[in-house]
């Protein structure tokens, strides 16, 4: 068969602008047979300047790195040729994809169908770990691609095993395409969800205080618009300050650019509007987080990268706060961070709002692209629904054939769904990584014939002494081991690289099932698989949280390690647990464990002084108990007794403090907290005082005495 691109292109474009769609093409086949044939499509369809993303474009078009899409979010392209010979990254396809305006085309150029399962895609580089090397690396992900591209009516697939392109015509011959003007810009027209979402903003900037509105939509519905009109008309209303923040301050240059159109007197400076009453400032997420920089109003955009525990000190310091979030995201999904969100407001703020915007502003909602791009990313997966268990039916644990399953979309969509609800920070690209990472297992719990829990498991360590004694002294960094090389690099524990270990890298338990203790029966059967396969330890790593901590804590599996930095996911420091198996991950974990007591209070003193006397709490409760010295029983008994003073049994006193707090009986919450706060993480009198209710230092020596009394 034999085509023509160019009157291909002619149609197709013609046809997306009647429309107010896009159309999708994929052309299989060699680098050059792909890019000649894109050229030559784009030229037909009058489209000059397309965005390339990929290598070798053609004479003067600019092509660039895939890692860069991400600064694409919030823009419009008439076209978009995204080239897989350079590599499929799936983020950045599904980025890109989305900033194709109605009347464009996208056109995805992959080696042919047959054989991209084995095809040398330098993506796998990232999937690698040592020692493995890339082309070693599976091909399950791309396999699936090939085989939903080949079954996708939406799009238009050219494959050159098929088809040959035609001659180009002449110069003489070859008609002259009209190229495509870009309109001058107009009054901005509102979609109804739109209008509903500029209401409900400035509503919540004059209503009640702590009446927080969370509002989720997909890509193209107008989200930045909406915030930045109504920004727009709160100043133009005597609003003096307005703070807006999101992961990078290029996320809401499109929202700064809607905000000036409708204020065409202020004035526009990166990130900064100004007009002669009022500013709408860009403030990081961690500067808004303190509290110092005054706002009327805070905005906060793409809220779902932003870490939970950020947002909630946000919260606290600004009582008028509006959160957006993309649903099916590239840095995070806005179903698990609404799903967790609305928790937290739940419990604190019961008066906040949710609205949805449904409405394409892009593209008509009769567009084919977008619902090709979300099932060949699963961006719109969904876990099993609640009603379909039944809690009578048998439960099975099995370990799962990763080829088998990229086959197998019905079990496919509900486990990435699962996941992606679960944790929030799920991306397209965990998808490749759970279908080709080298070093991994998948395992599924079942309720009868449904899926109702996953763990995704990393084999990590078993390192030469050679190599071990490397990555202990900072010489060699091995990719893809993360606890084995966390405990040797950062805690001196040469024998850790030595050991293989299982890591729970995730695990997901169905909502509707969680507290039912589904997800220790998961965490026991991955240990059984473990210990079978020669794993010395069970581990885990995640950011830390009271609860989460105490989830690992009944799965026996106990912290070791704790980060002194804070996980940009999580916004808390990251936590190891480990459990062992063997004599020589039994002896790992004792000398980890005498670590991790013994340091733990010397941190809380200076580097971790700001976490949360809550995660305190959690992470002491995990700590033998203390048994104090005959001495420092005095000491706490005489300052109880008010006999000597603070200064003079401060030793003894911060003892004391352990020693309640790792009793099988500590104090209440409120008692705990106010130990951590000045004791063990030394926080100045008047700070304490105000923050928990006390009059001043007298007031606070007060409790004190009566909570050590106790010791």
Not at 62 to 85: K, N, S, W, Y
């Amino acid at each position: 068969m034999i085509t023509d691109p160019a009157a291909l292109g002619a149609d197709l474009a013609q046809e997306a602008r009647h429309q107010g769609e896009r159309r999708a093409l994929v052309l299989a086949g060699a680098a050059d047979w792909c890019q000649q044939g894109a050229h030559r499509l784009l030229r037909g369809a009058a489209i000059e300047s397309p965005l390339w993303i990929g290598r070798d474009a053609p004479a003067g078009v600019v092509a660039i790195a895939a890692e860069r899409a991400v600064a694409l979010l919030g823009g419009e392209q008439p076209a978009l040729v995204f080239d897989a010979h350079a590599g499929f990254d799936p983020d950045a396809f599904g980025q890109a994809a989305g900033t194709v305006s109605a009347g464009g085309l996208l056109l995805l150029l992959v080696p042919p169908l047959a054989t991209w399962a084995d095809f040398a895609d330098p993506e796998k580089r990232r999937l690698a770990i040592h020692p493995i090397p890339p082309a070693a690396v599976t091909g399950h992900f791309l396999a699936r691609l090939a085989q939903q591209i080949g079954h996708a009516p939406e799009i238009t697939l050219l494959e050159q095993s098929r088809l040959a392109w035609c001659e180009e015509p002449t110069a003489a011959s070859r008609a002259t395409p009209q190229t495509l003007t870009t309109p001058s810009p107009s009054p901005i027209t509102l979609t109804a969800d739109q209008a509903a979402a500029v209401d409900a903003i400035q509503h919540t900037a004059r209503g009640h205080r702590q009446r927080p509105l969370v509002i989720t939509a997909d890509r193209g519905r107008g989200k930045s618009t909406a915030l930045g009109l109504a920004a727009a008309h709160l100043l133009a209303e005597g609003f003096s300050r307005i703070a807006i923040t999101a992961p990078r301050p290029a996320a809401v240059e499109a929202l700064f650019r809607h905000a000036a159109q409708a204020l065409p007197m202020a004035q526009l400076q990166p990130h900064e509007l100004t007009t002669q009453s009022g500013r709408l400032s860009f403030i990081a997420p961690d500067r808004l987080a303190t509290g110092d920089e005054p706002a009327a109003l805070v905005l906060v955009d793409e809220a779902a990268a932003i870490p939970l525990a950020l947002l909630e000190r946000i919260l606290l310091h600004y009582p008028r706060v509006v959160f957006a979030s993309t649903v099916h995201g590239y840095e995070g999904s806005g179903r698990g961070f609404a799903l967790r969100f609305g928790r937290l407001l739940d419990r604190r703020y019961p008066g906040w709002h949710a609205l949805t915007l449904q409405q394409p502003v892009r593209w008509a909602t009769t567009d084919p692209v977008e619902p090709w791009v979300f099932r060949l990313l699963l961006l719109d997966a969904e876990p099993v629904a609640a009603e379909q268990f039944d809690l009578d039916a048998p439960l099975t644990i099995e370990r799962l054939d990763r080829a088998a399953l990229a086959r197998d979309e019905a079990g496919l969509r509900p486990l990435f769904g699962l996941l992606v609800l679960a944790h929030y920070r799920t991306r397209p690209l965990d998808l490749r990584h759970l279908l080709d990472g080298p070093n991994l297992s998948l395992f599924a719990l079942r309720l009868g014939p449904h899926l109702a829990g996953v763990a995704l498991v990393a084999e990590e360590g078993g390192f030469d002494s050679g190599l071990a004694e490397a990555v202990a002294l900072g010489q060699r960094r091995p990719r893809g081991h993360l606890i084995p090389q966390s405990l040797a690099a950062h805690m001196g524990l040469v024998s850790a690289a030595e050991r293989r270990c299982a890591r729970i890298s995730r695990i997901a338990i169905h909502p509707a099932l969680q507290g039912r203790g589904l997800g220790r029966q998961l965490v026991t059967a991955v240990g059984q698989w473990a210990a079978e396969s020669g794993c010395d330890l069970l581990g885990a790593s995640f950011g830390a949280d009271p609860g989460v901590i105490r989830f690992w804590q009944r799965c026996h599996l106990l912290p070791v390690r704790l980060g002194l930095t804070r996980e940009t996911a999580s916004g808390a420091p990251s936590l190891m647990v480990l459990h062992p198996f063997s004599a020589a991950g039994h002896q790992l974990l004792a000398s980890a464990r005498h670590r991790f007591t013994r340091n733990l209070p010397e941190l809380l003193a200076e580097p971790l002084n700001d976490l949360d006397p809550a995660l305190v709490l959690a992470l002491l409760a995990t700590l033998p108990a203390l048994t104090l010295t005959a001495e420092e029983q005095a000491e706490c008994a005489d300052f109880a007794a008010g006999r000597r003073g603070y200064d003079a049994c401060l030793p003894g006193l911060r003892q004391g403090a352990l020693a309640r707090l790792t009793a099988p009986q500590p104090p209440a919450m409120a008692e705990g907290v106010l130990l951590v706060a000045r004791l063990l993480q030394r926080h100045p009198w008047g700070e304490v005082a105000k923050r928990y209710g006390l009059a001043g230092r007298a007031a606070v020596e007060q409790r004190l005495r009566q909570v050590l009394a106790e010791v």
